[in-house]
């Protein structure tokens, strides 16, 4: 269980946060130098060097979204030009790619970040420069939302493994369909059928809380509030549910803390963008009331557990049930050991989590409302915990010759992807391409607390509040 050792404010961190920027950009240009592009995405490290992994390519956006992290907390041109460049040259396939549930990663991170600071006037861009960025949003958000699995009551987006397979992952790539949404997208079906893309958001969301997370009410013997499944299985000819999976956990009936992580930081980010959505807009998807509820019980229940299975300095083991934890003992009470021989710590679904615990203490602040104070102390300090673990050694890579940011990612252990050093039986020592995009994210966003300054959010306008398409809103 996560221990908060004292209190801390955003401003605590920010001489760390400054360090994080200043070992950053030095990661950003040696990939940047050595990476060559037809061998596809940067996946992982070995041995301190990114290499690929062919699957999805789904971590290219985290690769050329970190550079606009970077010149977002920098105001340094070189990486804001390099993000900018990159996303002309290289994003556009994955635009239109119909066979994955990725686009919350891929485009959001980059598209959507370059929109998000041209119109935030961080540097100059032309109106068709923005109108550019928003065409490739609506195309991805419409996309997204295409891949569809219909239940009776609603629906999901698939998984890459198929229309049978919902993913607790995709809860994070709502964002495109969000944005599509601002931007008054609709994806267009069949004889010219008119899905609201914000009504598909909705239904993805409940599917998840309904099928991906327990919440302690007897639905099945591990039913555990808090767990996570990393996929539900259903049977596509009628809809019906057919049981827990798992890609990369341990066990179906046991939490991979990756998958909890998403869970925490989509479902706390939801939350935040539903704030800024008409009344009128969600009359069709059961009312304000309703929608609020299901993604604040679940923003909830999934940071609660993640306190409690996380060790006492933040960081998470990589599956909660993982069978090696019974011989670390009293494992909880103590710092996560990367270095043990029995089961690998997964130091990116701590950067994705601090980061989930952060935005739902903001949204239960502003509530104010019954116990929603104590509860958000809460979640802020154990946020705030996590990354002043992370922001120092061993988390933060300071060899320079080290291309990772955040040490001691896991990727996939179950099927032997990862790299185990000679004479340990375990993986340590390296990094993940979305373990140091949201290390990044999670700095600028606390950095930006610290400072007083915009409120970091996917679907915000820096300029100066929130953009939503009021007409495309009240369409019924």
């Known amino acids: 269980m996560i221990h908060v050792d004292r209190r801390r404010t955003p401003r605590d961190l920010l001489p760390t946060i400054d360090r994080v920027f200043a070992l950053s950009a030095g990661k950003i240009r040696s990939i940047e130098t050595s990476w060559q592009p037809e061998r596809g995405a940067p996946v992982f490290t070995i041995q301190g ?11 290219q956006g985290f690769q ?6 970077q010149f977002d907390a920098t105001g340094d041109r070189e990486f804001l030009e390099l993000g900018r460049s990159r996303t002309l040259e290289r ?12 686009h919350g990663f ?18 100059p861009a032309t109106e068709w420069e923005v109108h550019f960025y928003e065409l490739a949003l609506k195309v991805s958000g419409a996309v997204q939302a295409r891949r569809w699995t219909r239940l009776p009551d609603g629906g999901f987006i698939h998984s890459f493994n198929g229309a049978h397979s919902l993913f607790v992952d995709t809860i994070r790539s709502l964002r495109a369909l969000a944005l599509g949404f601002v931007l008054g997208q609709p994806l267009m079906e069949e004889q010219d059928t008119a899905v609201n893309l914000l009504d598909r958001l909705v239904q993805h969301a409940r599917a998840t809380s309904q099928y991906n997370v327990y919440f302690g009410r007897g639905r099945d013997r591990f039913d555990v509030r808090g767990r996570v499944a990393h996929e539900s299985l259903f049977n596509v000819a009628n809809g019906s549910y057919r049981g827990p999976g798992t890609q990369q956990g341990y066990s179906p009936f046991s939490t991979w803390t990756r998958g909890l992580a998403w869970a925490m930081l989509g479902f706390a980010e ?18 304000r009331a309703a929608v609020e509820s299901l993604l604040l019980d679940a923003a909830l229940a999934t940071c609660d557990r993640y306190i409690e299975v996380a060790a006492c300095d933040g960081v998470p083991y990589w599956d909660a049930g993982a069978p090696g934890l019974a011989a670390l003992g009293s494992w909880g009470d103590r710092p996560a050991d990367p270095f043990n021989d029995h089961e690998p710590v997964d130091s990116s679904a701590a950067a994705i989590a601090a980061q989930g615990l952060l935005r739902l203490a903001r949204v239960l602040t502003r509530r104010g409302t019954g116990g929603d104070g104590d509860r958000a102390e809460r979640y802020g300090q154990a946020g705030l915990r996590v990354l002043a673990t992370l922001f120092d050694e ?4 300071v060899d320079p010759d080290h291309q990772g940011l955040l040490l001691h990612s896991v990727y996939h252990w179950p099927n032997g992807w990862d790299y185990v ?9 390296e990094s993940s391409q979305w373990g140091d995009y949201h290390a990044r994210e999670a700095a600028l966003y606390v950095k930006r607390l610290a400072e007083d300054a915009p409120y970091l959010a996917f679907f915000a306008n820096e300029a100066g509040g929130t953009t ?9």
């Open 106 to 123: 891929n485009i959001v991170s980059t598209y959507g970040n370059l929109w998000r600071l041209a119109r935030g006037k961080r540097f």
């Open 64 to 69: 050329f979204g970190s550079a606009l992290l």
């Open 91 to 102: 994003m556009a396939p994955h635009l239109t790619h119909m066979g994955v549930h990725d």
């Open 421 to 429: 050093p000679p004479g340990a039986s375990v993986p340590r020592g």
């Open 468 to 476: 939503i398409n009021v007409e495309q809103a009240e369409k019924p």
């Open 49 to 59: 060097r990114y290499q690929a992994r062919g699957w999805t390519d789904w971590t």
């Open 394 to 397: 061993p988390y933060l890579s």
């Open 270 to 287: 939801q939350l935040e963008f539903i704030e800024t959505v008409p009344d009128a807009a969600l009359e069709t998807c059961g009312g």
